[in-house]
């Protein structure tokens, strides 16, 4: 990997990177459903948007696709096509395979394919294994292995090029995460002479719904760091908030967290009539609790998925938010 790359180079590493970036979002319980998202590129002076990405959904909320158009001019040409796929006998929502297609001469062609392979007990994403269309059939490219931390977090993913009928190691992300547990810094590494170098960063920036809106990459030379490109996210007006709120946070209890099948929800004294709401890694919803004058809820998450999840409570005068861990 170089440090210097012509602009259709950088537009391609950009584009994988994103994609990388938001299934790593969607492992953390944000809702990716952003509507688009601008590539940009820094000159030196200013950012110079490069592509478009637009997104589409399916009818339960999943991402089908993001067609990428790239600038010429002033105008926007088709230039790849991403179209997911689902295990359709599992009401998580996970991926089970990325296919891009590139538009070459008018019509889409073939350029990689994507599986994804989950722990069985948790529903973590251990493999993206990435194969290119050459001679008309399906090749090993590259896989990627993810790690967690024990909150289920995505912690490292090891990435290794397929040559010579083996894998052979060619970049490392490091994630590190702010106090929302939401990523901070991906830090990316390159296998040079037997040892990782640290050589780029993603930098992660939030709305005030703690939605992702910028993704900034950055060379890094030394002490310096060197802004190369960006990604600018617009969601929907409609999409669910990820802040999390502190109103009231010493009168509020949550536990255990993480849990494994009945969460305790412990409200502020004096506050009633709470709306509580569970949402899980698209931002569904997927559980409503309505209290009365009671201040304990006892929520049973059993039959959820293993993962990050998002509750939300709020009534005439509180909201707060708590991002909870299903074990």
Known sequence: ????????????????????????????????????????????????????????????????????????????????????????????????????????????????????????????????????WASSKWTPSYVDSSSFDKLGRLSSVIHATYINSKYVYNSKYLYSYNTNSSINYKEIYTWTSGAWVLTYRDVYKYDSRYLVSEIKKQAIAGTLYIDLSRNIFEYEATVTSMAISNTNALEIKIYPNPCTDKLSVILPEGGNNYSISLYDMQGKRVMEYKTEAERTALLDISSFQNGVYLLQCTNETNSFSRRIIKK
């Open 1 to 132: 990997m170089k440090r210097q790359m012509n602009s259709i180079g950088l537009i391609g590493f950009m584009l994988l990177i994103t994609i990388s970036s938001i299934n790593a979002q969607m492992q953390q319980g944000l809702p990716a459903k952003f509507k688009n998202y601008y590539g940009q590129t820094w000159d030196g002076a200013k950012w110079d948007t490069v592509n478009n990405n637009l997104a589409s959904y399916n009818a339960d909320k999943t991402l089908r696709s993001i067609l990428t158009l790239k600038k010429q001019d002033t105008t926007y040409t088709n230039y790849t096509k991403d179209s997911f796929l689902y295990f359709t006998s599992d009401p998580s929502g996970k991926i089970s395979q990325d296919i891009s297609q590139t538009w070459v001469f008018g019509k889409w062609v073939n350029d990689r394919r994507t599986t994804y392979t989950y722990n069985s007990t948790s529903n973590l994403l251990l493999y993206q294994t990435t194969e290119q």
